[in-house]
Structure formats: structure tokens, C-alpha cells
């Protein structure tokens, strides 16, 4: 081999050792198996601290620009000031898990505050605020738009969260507050929050409000307080000083619970609609609503007052009313009751007032009378047993005049049927087994014929035909049996 093949063969050898140690060098050439991760940019929010966020003569740190702010620690009060002051729409505050508290003599400053009114989306998301000389969070009463989530607030002299009107507050606890637990102004939603040992109401709303998955328990006031116009869903009110829950007018409740509250489970303004709730053990009484109040699949029972009441022009339909310490069920001024069941109440089972109407119900084991009515009522269709006890009780008593009743049956109580003046009209009724007088009827009434069969012994019936033993056809006739 001559001198220049050698060289071009050494080169060549170099060449192919090179580009095998480049490849060992450079590693896999298959990319790993996965998605690959970006490089970590900078944080785009801006951090609360005395160079970005400079408080001022009333506040520790404030917000003036709009933006997203988060906290890197936690906040300690000082007298005199606020903790963060937020004076600009349009701000996203994440307390990042961390705890702004307050100090001992503070004077009346907040956690956070708005305190230009007006304002619109702010959120406040995620930390506790404590121990405040005012509010915890406060939003501010006329700002709009705002948004509270993931709040805890406690310990606050005034109240734990104010929101703002159309808010939203959503899984946040307030409690052991001086004032409410959680407020809020017109047309806002809370959802899934908890409020305990506050000194006034534990949540408060004003009008046209929506309030879900909540739950309020040991306040001092009443376990929630809304305006006209609300909806109150999936909500339970637990030992509250005053009323479990409070309905302003025209107010919707679906699905609650309340129990042993001192005032009433559920007191309802007019023109309100209580819906699937259940009320035990509260000190008033278990729903009292006002006029025009609709009461429809409700239980009450074991309260120490009256069971389920409303005002005139009010409807109570499917509901249950049990071991009240007054009467179960009281129907005002041209009210309608129909299809329920009242039982074991200390009282009355049902009461009735002028115009009204029962049908259609039961009425069983009331220490007085089954069912009472005023006069002008329509009462139809019921069964009213073993009420009474001293002998005064009642199946049916009518003590006004222009009643109607029709077909009702009356089994073993004191009284079967008693109306007490003229001018009541009875026919198809049946009463049996009651121990004092099947029938007590005051003179001037109109009724069908009562016909006696107790004492009749009628055949066995064995076969697809057998003649009739009521020994009459008149179809207003009254029996005994």
C-alpha cells in the first residue's frame, strides 16, 4: 500500500471513531416515555409584601391596581390598621392556606377590606382570618360581583364574611363571630358553607338570594335570615338560639332540617313555600308561617309549641304533624288542609278557622279533639280515632255555624261527632265505638238521617250476592255501626 492510501485510510478511521463516541456521548436517541414538562416560568401573580403592595396610615398592606395577588406567609395585625385594604375591581387575593390574625385592642379594623364602595370582581380564596377587630373579610355592602371561597373566618368582633351584591360564597366555615357569620347583600348564591357560635344570625342574605348545602348551628340569632324572594335548598338549622331559619316573603324552602332551635324551626313571612322539610324539637313550634303560605310534604314533630300553622288563605298538604306539645296542624282564615296526618299532639289534631277546608286526612290520638272547625268550613272525607281521653275529646267539633260534613269517619273516641250550634249541614258520616256519644248535635242543624246498626247482627256473606244491612237508601244518611 502506498503512502496516500495509508493516509486516507487513517483518516477515514478517525472519522467513524469520532461519530461512535459522539453518539455514546449524546446518550438515548429515543425521546421517555410521557409528556415532557415545561421549564418553570416565573410566578405571573404578584406577592403581598411592603414592596409590591405598601400599606398606608390604616392598613398593613393595601391593593390599588387590579391583578392577581397571593400571600407568601402569614399576617399578623397591628393596632390601628387594616390587614390587606383592597381599593381597585378587577383583584384576585389567594391567602395561598396562610393565616392573617389579629391582635388583642386593634380597634375595629378587618382582615381584608374594601373600602371603596362599588367595586366590582374580587375574590378572596383559600386561608383563614381571625381574631379582627371588625370583620374578617368584608367586601364591601355595595360592591358587585365578588366571589369567597375556601374561607375560614373566626373569632371576628363583627362579622366573619360580607359579601357583596350578586356574590358568590362557596365552601367557607365563620365562627365564634361577634356579629353574623357569613352576609350578603341582594341577588347572591351561598353554597356549601358551615356557621357555628356566632353572636347574630349565622348567615344573612337580603333579597332574591340563593343559599345551598349549609349548614348553621349554635348562633345566637337565628340560624338564617333572608329577605324577600329567596331559595333555601339542602340546608340544616341545629340548636340556634332564635328561629332555624327565617323566611323573608315569597321565600322557598326545599329539604331542610331543623332542630331543637329555641325560637321556631321554620318561621315564613306571607306567601311563602315550604317544601320536603323536616322540624323537631324546637321550642315555638315546628313551621309557623304567615298568610298565603304553602306547607306541602313537611314533618313535625316533637316540638313543644304547635306543629305546622299558617295564616289565612294558607295550604298544608301531605304533611305530618306528631308528639307536638300543642295542637299538630292550624289552618287560618280560608285555608285548606288536605291529606296529611296529625297524631299524639298534646292539643288539637287539626284546627280550622272561618272558611276553611280538611279533607282527606287523619287525625288520631290527640289528647282533645281530632279535628275542630270555626264555621263556613267544608270538612270531607277524613278518619279521626281514639282522640280525647277525659271525655271532652272529639272526633269531629264544629262550633260555628255553615259547616259542611261529609262522609268522615269517627272511631273510638270520646265524642264521634259534636257540633256544639245550629246552621251545619251533615250528611254521609259514620262514626262507631266512641265512648261518650256516637253523635252530640245541637238543635237547628240539617242532617241526613242517622241510622243505628250497633246492636244489629247481619249474616255471613258467602257467595257473589247478598242484600244490604245499613237498613237504608238515603244517600245523606248518617250511621252508627
Not at 333579597?207 to 348562633?219: E, K, L, P, V
Not at 339542602?234 to 331559619?245: A, I, P, R, V
Not at 313537611?298 to 289565612?312: K, L, Q
Request: charged fraction near 10%; include cysteine; charge should be negative.
Amino acid at each position: 500500500m502506498n503512502t496516500h492510501n495509508r493516509a486516507a485510510v487513517t483518516i477515514l478511521s478517525v472519522l467513524i471513531l469520532a461519530t461512535i463516541a459522539s453518539l455514546l456521548f449524546a446518550g438515548p436517541l429515543t425521546p421517555p416515555v410521557g409528556p415532557i414538562a415545561p421549564t418553570p416560568g416565573p410566578e405571573p401573580r404578584i406577592a403581598i409584601n411592603a414592596t409590591n403592595t405598601p400599606g398606608d396610615a390604616d392598613s398593613l398592606f393595601k391593593i390599588t391596581q387590579p391583578g392577581s395577588y397571593y400571600l407568601a406567609g402569614n399576617i399578623t395585625g397591628v393596632a390601628g390598621k387594616h390587614g390587606i385594604e383592597i381599593t381597585s375591581s378587577g383583584v384576585t387575593l389567594d391567602l395561598n392556606g396562610f393565616d392573617l390574625v389579629g391582635t388583642p385592642g386593634m380597634a375595629a379594623f378587618d382582615g381584608v377590606s374594601v373600602t371603596v364602595d362599588s367595586l366590582r370582581g374580587i375574590t378572596v380564596l383559600n386561608g383563614s382570618v381571625r381574631n379582627w377587630g371588625d370583620g374578617g373579610v368584608d367586601l364591601g355592602f355595595l360592591s358587585r360581583g365578588c366571589r369567597v371561597e375556601g374561607v375560614l373566618a373566626s373569632g371576628n368582633t363583627g362579622t366573619g364574611i360580607t359579601a357583596s351584591i350578586s356574590a358568590n360564597v362557596t365552601n367557607c366555615t365563620s365562627s365564634f363571630n361577634g356579629q353574623r357569620g357569613i352576609r350578603a347583600s341582594n341577588g347572591s348564591t351561598i353554597s356549601h358553607c358551615s356557621v357555628e357560635s356566632n353572636t347574630g344570625a349565622g348567615i344573612e342574605v337580603n333579597h332574591g338570594c340563593s343559599i345551598s348545602n349549609c349548614s348553621a348551628y349554635f348562633n345566637t340569632g337565628p340560624g338564617m335570615l333572608t329577605g324577600v324572594g329567596c331559595t333555601v335548598i339542602d340546608s340544616s338549622f341545629y340548636q340556634n338560639t332564635s328561629h332555624g331559619l327565617q323566611l323573608g316573603d315569597g321565600a322557598v324552602a326545599t329539604q331542610c332540617t331543623a332542630n331543637l332551635n329555641s325560637g321556631r324551626g321554620i318561621s315564613a313571612a306571607d306567601s311563602c313555600a315550604i317544601r320536603a322539610c323536616t322540624t323537631t324539637f324546637n321550642t315555638l313550634g315546628g313551621i309557623i308561617g304567615g298568610k298565603g303560605v304553602s306547607v306541602t310534604d313537611c314533618t313535625a314533630r316533637s316540638n313543644p309549641g304547635d306543629g305546622i300553622v299558617v295564616a289565612e288563605n294558607g295550604t298544608i298538604s301531605n304533611c305530618r304533624a306528631a308528639n307536638n306539645g300543642g295542637s299538630g296542624v292550624i289552618a287560618g282564615v280560608a285555608s285548606t288542609v288536605d291529606s296529611c296526618t296529625s297524631q299524639l299532639n298534646d292539643n288539637i289534631g287539626i284546627e280550622l278557622n272561618l272558611g276553611g277546608t280538611v279533607t282527606n286526612c287523619s287525625a288520631k290520638s290527640n289528647a282533645t279533639h281530632g279535628i275542630e272547625t270555626s264555621g263556613s268550613c267544608i270538612v270531607r272525607g277524613n278518619t279521626c280515632s281514639q282522640n280525647g281521653a277525659a271525655g271532652i275529646g272529639a272526633g269531629i267539633r264544629v262550633y260555628a255555624t255553615d259547616t259542611r260534613l261529609e262522609n268522615n269517619n269517627c272511631i273510638s273516641n270520646d265524642y264521634g261527632i259534636q257540633v256544639t250550634v245550629g246552621g251545619n249541614f251533615i250528611v254521609g258520616n259514620t262514626c262507631s265505638n266512641n265512648s261518650v256519644h256516637n253523635w252530640s248535635l245541637s238543635i237547628d242543624n240539617y242532617y241526613g238521617p242517622i241510622i243505628d246498626r250497633t246492636l244489629v247482627v247481619t249474616p255471613s256473606v258467602l257467595g257473589a250476592a247478598a242484600p244490604g244491612t245499613l237498613n237504608s237508601t238515603d244517600p245523606n244518611a248518617n250511621f252508627s255501626y
